[in-house]
């Protein structure tokens, strides 16, 4: 008696209609489906807004074990040797840098992003998002930082959905941008989606982008984005931002099917550091919810390479997340300096050392470490470039120059530099814009005055020598001189523009003016369009100074940030954008070295009667001394 073989069987049942009976032959798998993926555990290891810092900070002041302790802060080759022993130990790591890389330090303004490159090589992110100051000099320089950084041995991905270059650009030169809007990765047999988001706003208006690189709306391309990976199976979905964690915060809420967002922008610290004496602005990593209610992870890694953040995203089968944890860790070196009984830091005994390394070693939320010998070997071969170049001596002070924003404004910026004490309180305001403005109209041949916003003058001078690394500290972006030809009346509605711009607008007191060859009266408590009066102009051969004629046509030199109608001076902008200017290409930082070499090396305060502010009337109606 023959037995019939199962499948047949089946078969047989099915053709007769007994489904009943199927029931019971469904004893087999079917080998065709997929297994179902196991949940997926993602630890991500991130940095932003670095700022070409790569040399730790010296001498920062914490509360190490209830004691006010200096230590080295920070340095990219500590980031290095964390980043790499993240490598080594955890299982499907991502790296990401959320932007903001370059712009800030003499690695940038003589390098121009190659010094950051090949350190950013020692880490090999998987992804680069754009910040806004990847732009400050234009999709040209932009570009050539990018093929530095991505190179044979360390292919970091570029990623931004809302950047879109003219094609031919530098960063679309054969029509296809040289980034893309997202970067796919798979753990475990796992997909994640990585979309970069950059802010557009603020790289549009504080930035120098091309005029045909266009930035489109965060969220909306955010969500277009998404959608797409999701029509393509990827269930995990984390963005790469560079906008601020506020609105990171909102972004999310937002959005349907994002995970996970890592930002920059905003310099925030995330977690609780309060017993190490810094203040945060929220948990790490911070916990929200998107459009559909599910659980988002947002996390940020402070600033200048001082924060080494490693958050770890739990996934569940359905792609959603279980649960995110982590740390933003404060990084520092093992040098530890306490007051001793004069009042005076000094470096702390062996068994001190020994003894708060192994506390500290406890505590998840700092790290000391050692920097990674590579990293260190190639950061070593700019510094010795950087320090020669700021070593070189080109001039004394004889008297401090005060820095100050506003007159009349609360703060002093210049604590601590002796013959400052008061600055913030007189009505001729910052010292150090002015002698920035006197060397830019110096530098002109044809230019009646010159104009220069407060915030774009950095720090006070002290008495003493003064040294290239004093002129790209008082002066450190790479703004060149524009020579703008504009009526008395331009001129004087740019001065309006200027304070209206934080006094109206709530934005930036940076903004506020000061000049050479130009002075005012300006009272603060008066409306927009009649804070000004008296507004003079200095005859250069001559010196005699006469009222502002606002029919005249007068040349004006300026940085070309403010002349292309940054900071809110508008009308500079409106007579750039008319063709009415020239651009010099002198580099502003230069251009004031120049000028002190010329002068013999000696500078000082001007006359009281060449300071822009010859009178000033505070908020309250209150004239300043």
Not at 557 to 584: E, H, M, P, R, S
Request: with cysteine.
């Amino acid at each position: 008696m023959f037995l019939r073989p199962l499948r047949p069987l089946c078969h047989l049942l099915a053709a007769a209609g007994l489904v009943a009976a199927l029931g019971a032959c469904s004893t087999r798998p079917d080998l065709t489906a997929p297994p179902t993926p196991a949940p997926l555990t993602l630890t991500i290891a991130h940095l932003n807004d670095h700022h070409s810092q790569l040399e730790p900070i010296p001498a920062v002041e914490l509360v190490l074990d209830g004691v006010a302790t200096q230590v080295e802060l920070g340095g990219f080759a500590r980031q290095t040797t964390l980043f790499q022993q993240a490598t080594a130990e955890k299982k499907n790591l991502l790296k990401l840098h959320a932007g903001d890389a370059v712009t800030g330090t003499l690695y940038y303004t003589f390098f121009k992003g190659e010094a950051d490159a090949r350190m950013m090589n020692t880490v090999c992110f998987d992804a680069f998002g754009y910040g806004n100051h990847e732009f400050d000099d234009g999709d040209g320089v932009l570009k050539n930082f990018l093929d530095q950084l991505y190179t044979a041995d360390c292919q970091t991905a570029i990623v931004s959905a809302n950047v879109v270059p003219a094609a031919g650009s530098p960063l679309a030169p054969s029509g296809t941008p040289v980034h893309k809007p997202y970067l796919v990765k798979t753990y475990d047999g796992v997909k994640v989606g990585i979309i970069g988001i950059d802010v557009a706003g603020k790289t549009k208006a504080s930035s120098r982008p091309l005029a045909g690189t266009q930035f489109l709306d965060e969220t909306t391309t955010a969500q277009k984005y998404i959608d797409e990976l999701k029509g393509q199976g990827v269930k995990h979905i984390v963005l790469l931002t560079h906008q601020g964690y506020d609105a990171d915060k909102k972004l999310a809420a937002a959005l349907t099917d994002v995970d996970v967002i890592i930002g920059g922008d905003s310099h925030t610290l995330l977690g609780d550091f309060a017993s190490f004496g810094l203040s945060s602005s929220g948990a790490y990593p911070t916990v929200v919810k998107n459009k559909d209610g599910g659980t988002v992870c947002i996390g940020q890694s402070w600033e200048y390479s001082k924060v080494f953040s490693l958050m770890n995203v739990k996934f569940d089968t359905q792609g959603a997340v279980a649960s995110c944890a982590g740390n933003a860790s404060v990084v520092i070196g093992d040098s530890f300096k306490r007051k001793n009984a004069a009042g005076t830091f000094v470096a702390v005994d062996d068994a001190t050392k020994v003894a708060l390394t192994a506390k500290l070693a406890t505590d998840p939320r700092i790290k000391v470490t050692t920097p990674n010998t590579i990293a260190a070997g190639v950061l070593a071969g700019y510094t010795v470039q950087v320090e020669a170049q700021k070593a070189k001596v080109i001039g004394t002070a004889t008297e401090a120059l005060c820095l100050v924003r506003v007159p009349g404004e609360t703060t002093n910026r210049s604590g601590g530099i002796a013959g400052c004490e008061t600055a913030n309180t007189l009505a001729r305001g910052s010292d150090a814009a002015q002698v920035v403005a006197e060397a830019f109209l110096a530098a002109s041949k044809r230019a009646h005055f010159a104009l220069q916003n407060a915030g774009g003058v950095r720090t006070p001078i002290s008495s003493g020598t003064l040294t290239m690394n004093t002129a790209f500290t008082v002066l450190p972006f790479s703004n060149v001189l524009v020579e703008l030809n504009m009526t008395g009346a331009q001129v004087v509605q740019a001065l309006e523009d200027a304070v209206a711009n934080y006094r109206d607008n709530a934005s930036s007191d940076g903004s506020h003016p000061y000049a050479a060859g130009l002075r005012w009266h300006l009272d603060l408590s008066k409306a927009r369009g009649s804070r000004f009066s008296n507004v003079e102009v200095k005859d250069r051969t001559s010196g005699v100074w006469s009222a502002i004629d606002p029919a005249k046509t007068y040349t004006l030199v300026t940085n070309d940030f403010i002349a292309t109608g940054k900071d809110g001076y508008t009308t500079l902008g409106q007579v750039y954008t008319a063709g009415n200017y020239v651009n010099t290409y002198l580099l502003y930082t230069q251009t004031f070295a120049d000028w002190l070499v010329a002068r013999g090396g000696t500078v000082s305060r001007p006359a009281a009667g060449d300071y822009s502010h010859q009178k000033v009337i505070g908020v309250a109606g209150v004239a300043l001394p």
